[in-house]
């Protein structure tokens, strides 16, 4: 523990972990402590990223001299931002400020000041107008009726004790993985995010559908850099044809399905295989309410695989003068010209071959379907938990996890104390 002397609060303590980036970026929170939210891209992206968050809409008026004034409440805000960090270190409450009046109206915020509790999992809270507003009591509405999809687990001191507790409550899923706060979406802790966001997507949120997709379509961006920086990545691609475009999707005339799959290794163009029949099939339980307009791509993960995703492009083109596209298969490159061919471990290529092409039926893919909001359709629902694995691998061990070949400490293991499997 470490105390912070800050100009406004006066003394904070740090009660997070005793790790330098931990403690580094706990400081860069404190400095920073929300987020200006310009446009309604930069909310999707700011909402995609926070299971909850509070924002407000504050109206900055020039003054006589030309230097913005203040608005009334934003110190109280700017206050709770900073409690909100000390309260929880390891996963605060984030904060972000509205100042575009056009985004602020689509969120039925009118005057400046409104201020409300975004929720992926449930409705948005407006900030009661009869509680006064300073930065404790923010703080304390704010934590008192947040909902996460993913908690994150930190075992210190009486581990014993946790678990205990957590375990009681029913069956848990404990997802160890490393961790680092300045790549955002390229941590794994978000695909779990996309996993138990759709578990918990009960009435079919448009929301959250964004928010999957936004994850998704982050992701991809990184891993692009990462193939600009050297790395090995690959595209394997196949067109629909015209009988395997589903209704849904008949007023598009060109369908692609791709699977992009990232991992040290790379695919060699032999082995490239896309079954864009039962993708085609797979579509059908995404509902008519996400195709529209003159184009779509859609993205999801190949059976929750973090090394391998599925992507579908449909638009309407003009093929007058072509060739119509006929049912075909190609390995492609996404890097512009990059060279994608790959040398293989001959210890890894047969498990990563099977890992990245494992066949689906039709019926996986209705299981699938009905995963989303599985946790509303059952007596038993499953709680969900990330823990550091480059900080507590050893509580892994214990549970009997091991760590791969390549040494990669990513494990999940579901843990019903009722009927003790693991």
């Not at 948005?124 to 300073?134: A, D, G, Q, T």
């Not at 790549?183 to 929301?207: E, P």
């Not at 896309?274 to 996400?290: D, M, Q």
Request: with cysteine; net charge positive; hydrophobic share 35%.
């Amino acid at each position: 523990m470490f105390t912070l002397i800050h100009q406004t609060l006066g003394e904070l303590e740090y009660t997070g972990l005793l790790k330098e980036k931990s403690m580094t970026m706990f400081l860069q929170r404190v400095i920073n402590p929300f987020t200006f939210i310009e446009d309604k891209q930069s909310l999707k992206l700011f909402s995609a990223e926070h299971d909850v968050s509070v924002i407000a809409y504050f109206n900055f008026l020039p003054s006589l001299n030309g230097t913005l004034q203040e608005p009334s409440g934003f110190i109280s805000f700017f206050k709770a931002s900073v409690r909100a960090v000390v309260k929880d270190p390891i996963n605060p409450i984030v904060f972000g400020i509205i100042t575009n009046n056009q985004v602020a109206r689509s969120l039925s915020m009118i005057r400046s000041q409104d201020t409300q509790l975004r929720r992926m999992l449930n409705v948005s809270l407006v900030y009661p107008r009869h509680l006064p507003y300073n930065s404790k009591m923010i703080v304390s509405w704010a934590y008192k009726h947040q909902q996460k999809a993913v908690k994150w687990l930190v075992p210190t001191l009486r581990k014993s004790l946790i678990f205990s507790s957590l375990f009681s409550k029913g069956p848990t899923l404990l997802f160890f993985t490393p961790h680092q706060e300045e790549t955002i979406f390229g941590n794994n802790f978000h695909l779990l995010r996309t996993v138990a966001l759709d578990y918990w997507n009960c009435k079919n949120s448009s929301n959250i559908w964004d928010a999957i997709q936004m994850i998704h379509s982050e992701r991809q961006k990184m891993l692009k850099e990462r193939n600009l920086n050297g790395s090995l990545d690959l595209e394997c691609c196949s067109t629909l044809s015209n009988n395997q475009r589903i209704q849904y999707l008949s007023h598009y005339n060109t369908c692609e399905v791709c699977e992009h799959s990232s991992q040290h290794q790379a695919i060699q163009t032999n082995n490239c295989k896309v079954n864009s029949a039962i993708f085609s099939k797979s579509l059908e339980f995404f509902g008519t309410r996400i195709f529209s307009g003159p184009s779509l791509c859609l993205n999801w993960l190949n059976n929750y695989n973090p090394f391998s995703e599925i992507r579908v492009c449909c638009k309407k083109v003009d093929l007058i003068g072509r060739n119509r596209y006929s049912q075909s298969i190609h390995a492609c490159s996404c890097n512009g010209g990059m060279n994608t061919e790959a040398i293989f471990n001959p210890n890894s290529k047969e498990k990563f071959i099977d890992n990245i092409y494992r066949k689906q039926s039709y019926s996986d893919a209705h299981r699938w379907s009905e995963f989303t909001g599985l946790g509303c359709k059952t007596n038993k629902t499953l709680d969900f938990y990330a823990i550091r694995s480059d900080m507590f691998w050893s509580i892994a061990e214990h549970l009997g996890l091991r760590k791969s070949k390549d040494d990669i400490s990513t494990s999940v293991v579901i843990i019903d104390k009722q009927v003790l499997t693991f």
